[in-house]
């Protein structure tokens, strides 16, 4: 079987074309993409695409420029679009802190992405082959990855695909020399600074030559068994995340009564993908402690970066580290408002009559000031129940309010006395002992809260 017809069955088996697609191709002027180049232009009117070719220069070798415009050479042979960009990665991984590597990766995604989102682009190919699967298994076993690392390169991931992902590189070096193909080599291959070097160059050669050429071969079949369990864990992970985790404003909520009968592996994976959120490096440590919480008091977190993982009662609450945001809205009495907030509309004004059975009214016959506050809580905040005056802080232990909500919730106030409480998210009001409507009351205040459609 040709390498193009090797092609042809991985884009119909992982659904990586559609007729009249729009594609980028990520090419760098290697071996590698360059024989995908030619591939997809030879089944270019098969399935009538629109092709861009996009490549980055690094800047981090003195023949990068050279590779640019090799690229751009080929493009014009090939008659397709070709859009470039120099990206100083040594630069971006000092600021960073990242490895060279990790640096030029990002940098290479992100400017695909955006080409991707600017052109409406329907597909991003990329040409990681066999060899790069198994590099990347061996790369992930020795940072101690789990399933997720050991799967290694998928074939499709998002808008991403890799027609070439289990031919080899000899397949393809061999592609390259009947058809003609020309392509630039990248002297830093064979430089042992670089960890993949060290696989690709010294440990794979050493397997091949204790266990046999057919070695290699074997390695990838076990990536794909382990790349299909993965995604049947990662499907059954979700399922229990729809059922174990719930959204409420910027927090992530886990139950923790429903994830602690889990099996290890599956809380693991819910707790990783609340992580991945907030764009968080994750490992195994770190979703080991996360898990601990789980059997720890409330009010125990775990601080990383940016992102906060808190016991809260019976829930792990995931927020990022923020400054508080509050909200405050001024309330003439002698006018009527219209207030939105989140997904809330509250409508305000002061009446001499009780009309509306789904308005609360507010006793403000006492209040002498001509205007009163909607607004989030601030320190030294009360209000008078029937046992007396109380500070807000231990109004909300009392009802069991979760520390999450408390700086969301509105309460409409006078100084720091506040006359009622709108939990809008169980969907409650507590009105000030002071403030009831009595029989001798004669002015109101109404107010009519209406929750909006949307997540706010």
């Known amino acids: 079987m040709s390498l193009l017809e090797k092609v042809k069955i991985n884009i119909e088996k992982y659904c990586m074309l559609k007729e009249g697609f729009k594609v980028l191709i990520g090419c760098s002027g290697g071996v590698d993409s360059m024989v995908l180049l030619d591939c997809i232009c030879r089944l270019k009117n098969e399935y009538n695409l629109d092709i861009t070719v996009a490549h980055l220069n690094h800047m981090l070798r003195p023949e990068a420029d050279d590779d640019e415009k090799f690229v751009i050479e080929m493009c014009k042979r090939y008659n397709i679009k070709c859009i ?54 061996f790369l992930n076993l020795f940072r101690g990855s789990g399933l997720e690392g050991l799967a290694s390169v998928p074939p499709v991931r998002d808008i991403v695909a890799r027609p070439l992902i289990n031919i080899s590189r000899e397949e393809i070096e061999e592609y390259a020399k009947i058809n003609n193909i020309p392509f ?21 050669p050493f397997i091949k030559e204790k266990f046999g050429e057919s070695v290699l071969n074997i390695i990838y079949r076990t990536v794909e068994v382990i790349r299909e369990e993965n995604n049947q864990i990662e499907a059954l992970a979700n399922k229990y995340f729809q059922e174990c985790v719930q959204k409420e404003d ?26 991945e959120y907030y764009n968080s490096t994750i490992s195994y440590d770190m979703l080991k402690e996360v898990e601990e919480l789980f059997f720890l008091s409330s009010g125990k977190k775990k601080v990383y970066k940016d992102v906060v993982v808190e016991k809260q009662n019976d829930s792990l609450v995931f ?16 006018k009527e408002h219209q207030i939105f907030y989140k997904n809330f509309k509250f409508n305000i004004k002061t009446t001499h009559k009780i009309e509306n059975q789904k308005s609360i009214y507010i006793d403000i016959q006492q209040i ?8 989030t809580r601030r320190d030294g905040d009360f209000i008078y129940v029937k046992a007396g005056k109380k500070k807000l802080k231990e109004w909300f232990i009392d009802k069991k309010i979760p ?38 009351s004669k002015i109101y205040l109404e107010v009519n809260v209406r929750k909006m459609e949307g997540d706010g």
């Open 84 to 137: 470039t960009r120099k990206v100083d990665v040594a630069q971006l991984k000092k600021e960073k802190g990242l490895s060279e590597e990790e640096a030029g990766r990002n940098a290479r995604y992100s400017f695909f992405y955006e080409i991707a989102q600017k052109f409406n682009i329907d597909r991003i190919l990329l040409g990681h082959n066999k060899n790069d699967v198994i590099e990347t298994f």
């Open 184 to 204: 630039v080599v990248d002297k830093t291959n064979f430089s042992l600074k670089y960890k993949r070097n060290i696989v690709r160059n010294e440990i794979l």
């Open 250 to 275: 910027v927090y992530y909520v886990l139950n923790i009564e429903k994830a602690k009968n889990l099996p290890a592996f599956l809380r693991r994976r819910i707790i990783k993908i609340m992580l």
């Open 319 to 334: 927020y990022r580290k923020a400054e508080k945001s509050s909200f405050c809205f001024e309330i003439c009495l002698d």
């Open 368 to 375: 002498s000031e001509k205007k009163l506050f909607l607004r």
């Open 403 to 440: 520390k999450r909500w408390r700086d969301s919730i509105l309460l409409l106030a006078k100084d720091s006395e506040v006359i009622a409480i709108f939990d809008i998210y169980s969907d409650t009001v507590t009105i000030n002992q002071n403030y009831k409507i009595k029989p001798d």
